[in-house]
């Protein structure tokens, strides 16, 4: 009988014979793929930012400003969704590489049920009023404020469809299906550009919505993105088929899900409540600064997102390589996945130093802003060097993840962000300051202390450092190899 090829839409990859190709053919298959679909993130990302930083506006530095802000609400809910797309994609990988496929299956149900009551919960949370808390958190003020408060809300709104979506997808990356999430990327972009042009715009039928017509048009193509993934997932694909009997939890394979997610969900929180603290500081510069900071962050997901790529690889086989009792072979892939990763992010990091000033001037046309290119050129520059360890702490990451392995690395985080970054963006960006400490309705404040007055090239020294740490603790911790002995 012939083997299925992954070319079926409803084979599953024969575990026994597809781990003894070389690493790096693996690596690359499951990346490629994978790096299609962060490019295609990349591209709308671009496209919003292009289209904010072209509104014609009273005050165009506080429309860049809000985005940057609403950039970093997106990434808090990329790291929010972290919560049920881990344990997904280790605990169907983990089946697959012992040959369960039924309860792959089941494990899909599970993330699918517990995708909707997160992401309806995030929703509730946002129109209670916990968007604008946050936007106040981050020292963000005036009409930027509004701008960002009310593209977050907008995204929010229908924030169930894109938890659906991404739970979809990392289970059916468990079961060593890459390409699925790339057809729904190129599905979201080919909706999300349309929209986001038209919306913000008044193009066509759509009516003029400004900048926050951008958000509604990247909520509405997860809207699709969801749907598609259930259409998929109802027809069968990689042995992970829907069956409405199975949408009852099962609180054993939910527990043993959260047991991964949870940890992992922590961390990627953690993480983001860094950045926001850090995103404050940063805020205390005004708008301009802040406008800088988020393009120069836009180029720099171009490094970022490629790492992505190749840490979902990592994930991916690492997974299934100590489901299917090959350990070794779970450690060649995950060194395998970063060497290229790293080679690529290198790449990323030459592109950035040398054509640090039009990649700013694509967003910055008007001498008016000429201020924010003067801000952003050098601190793009800078990150240029910390690829390497960037690298290293992105693929690592999901590498441990695959392997189970998601409570130490949690400790990892808050050493980089709250003993390095954290600390050192105060002391070297700021001349006088406190160090604040934001509560839900307090603050609590140390100090005063006097600092080097670095500015925001100072903040990006402080991140540099803090992913130098957490890259080496990432490093260390799978070249340790205890992950290999690790229970989900």
Same mark, same amino acid.
């Given at each position: 009988?012939?083997q299925?090829? /992954?070319?079926?839409p409803?084979a599953?990859p024969?575990?026994? +014979?597809a781990?003894?190709?070389?690493s ?6 499951l990346?490629?793929p994978?790096?299609?679909q !962060?490019?295609l ?6 496209s919003?930012?292009?289209l ?7 005050d165009?530095a &506080?429309v860049q &400003? @809000?985005?940057t802000?609403?950039h970093?609400l ?6 929010y969704?972290?919560?049920v +797309?881990?344990g997904?994609t280790a605990?169907?990988a983990?089946f697959v590489?012992?040959g369960?496929r039924?309860?792959a =299956? ?9 995708a909707v009551?997160?992401?309806l ?7 209670l009023g916990g ?17 960002? +408060?009310?593209?977050a809300?907008?995204l929010?709104?229908?924030?169930v ?9 990392a289970?059916l990356?468990g079961a060593g299906?890459?390409r699925?999430g790339?057809?729904?990327m190129?599905?979201?972009a080919?909706?999300n ?5 038209g919306?913000?715009r008044g ?5 003029n ?5 951008i958000?509604? =048009?990247?909520?509405?193509?997860h809207v ?7 259409? #998929?997932l ?7 088929? /829907?069956?409405?009997?199975l949408?009852?939890?099962?609180f054993?394979?939910?527990?043993r899900l959260?047991r991964?997610s949870?940890?992992a969900?922590?961390?990627s929180?953690s993480?983001? &409540?860094g ?6 500081i940063i ?5 301009v600064a ?7 962050l ?8 490629s790492?992505?790529?190749?840490g979902?690889?990592a994930?991916t086989l690492?997974g299934?390589?100590l489901g299917a009792?090959r350990?070794?072979?779970?450690a ?5 996945a970063?060497?290229?990763g790293c080679?690529v992010?290198c790449?990323m990091? &030459? ?5 640090a000033?039009p990649m700013?001037?694509l967003?910055?046309p !008007?001498?008016s ?6 801000? =952003?050129?050098?601190?793009l520059r800078l990150i ?8 290293s @702490?992105?693929?690592? +990451?999901?590498a441990?993840?695959g392997?189970?392995?998601?409570r130490?690395?949690v400790?990892?985080?808050w ?7 954290i600390p ?6 700021l ?5 604040s400490?934001?509560?839900?309705v307090?603050t609590?404040?140390?100090?005063p202390f006097t600092?080097?007055?670095?500015g925001l090239y100072?903040c990006?020294l402080a991140?540099?450092?803090d992913?130098t #740490?957490?890259g080496g603790f990432?490093?260390?911790r799978?070249?340790l190899?205890?992950? !290999?002995r690790q229970?989900?």
């Amino acid at each position: 009988m012939n083997q299925p090829t /992954l070319d079926e839409p409803n084979a599953a990859p024969p575990i026994e +014979t597809a781990l003894p190709l070389p690493s790096w053919r693996l690596v690359i298959a499951l990346s490629l793929p994978a790096l299609g679909q !962060q490019g295609l993130s990349f591209i709308v990302l671009l496209s919003d930012r292009y289209l904010a930083g072209h509104l014609v506006v009273a005050d165009q530095a &506080a429309v860049q &400003a @809000a985005q940057t802000t609403a950039h970093y609400l997106a990434w808090f809910i990329s790291c929010y969704t972290v919560i049920v +797309t881990v344990g997904s994609t280790a605990l169907v990988a983990r089946f697959v590489g012992a040959g369960e496929r039924r309860r792959a =299956g089941e494990v899909t149900h599970q993330a699918l049920l517990l995708a909707v009551i997160l992401g309806l919960a995030a929703t509730a949370w946002a129109f209670l009023g916990g968007i604008r808390w946050m936007v106040d958190l981050l020292n963000l003020q005036g009409p930027a404020a509004d701008y960002a +408060t009310d593209y977050a809300l907008i995204l929010f709104g229908l924030l169930v469809f894109q938890t659906i979506e991404v739970a979809g997808i990392a289970c059916l990356v468990g079961a060593g299906d890459t390409r699925t999430g790339l057809s729904v990327m190129i599905g979201v972009a080919v909706i999300n550009l349309p929209l986001a042009w038209g919306y913000s715009r008044g193009i066509g039928p759509c009516p003029n919505l400004g900048f926050v017509g951008i958000a509604l =048009g990247t909520a509405l193509s997860h809207v699709l993105g969801g749907t598609f993934v259930l259409v #998929v997932l109802l027809r069968g694909r990689f042995g992970l088929r /829907l069956e409405p009997a199975l949408f009852w939890p099962h609180f054993d394979l939910l527990y043993r899900l959260l047991r991964v997610s949870v940890p992992a969900g922590l961390d990627s929180l953690s993480i983001v &409540a860094g950045q926001f603290w850090f995103l404050s500081i940063i805020n205390q510069f005004g708008d301009v600064a802040s406008s800088a900071h988020g393009i120069a962050l836009v180029w720099e997901a171009l490094g970022y997102l490629s790492g992505a790529a190749f840490g979902t690889a990592a994930m991916t086989l690492v997974g299934q390589n100590l489901g299917a009792k090959r350990p070794h072979e779970a450690a060649r892939a995950g060194w395998m996945a970063c060497a290229l990763g790293c080679g690529v992010m290198c790449l990323m990091g &030459a592109i950035f130093y040398t054509f640090a000033y039009p990649m700013f001037w694509l967003f910055c046309p !008007q001498a008016s802003q000429a201020p924010i290119i003067e801000l =952003g050129v050098p601190a793009l520059r800078l990150i240029a060097f910390a690829m390497p360890p960037l690298a290293s @702490a992105i693929i690592f +990451t999901n590498a441990l993840r695959g392997a189970g392995d998601t409570r130490v690395p949690v400790i990892f985080t808050w050493v980089g962000f709250f003993a390095v970054r954290i600390p050192l963006a105060y002391y070297i960006s700021l001349n006088d300051f406190y160090l604040s400490v934001p509560l839900y309705v307090s603050t609590l404040e140390f100090g005063p202390f006097t600092g080097l007055g670095g500015g925001l090239y100072g903040c990006w020294l402080a991140m540099c450092a803090d992913i130098t #740490v957490r890259g080496g603790f990432f490093l260390g911790r799978f070249a340790l190899g205890t992950w !290999q002995r690790q229970r989900v």
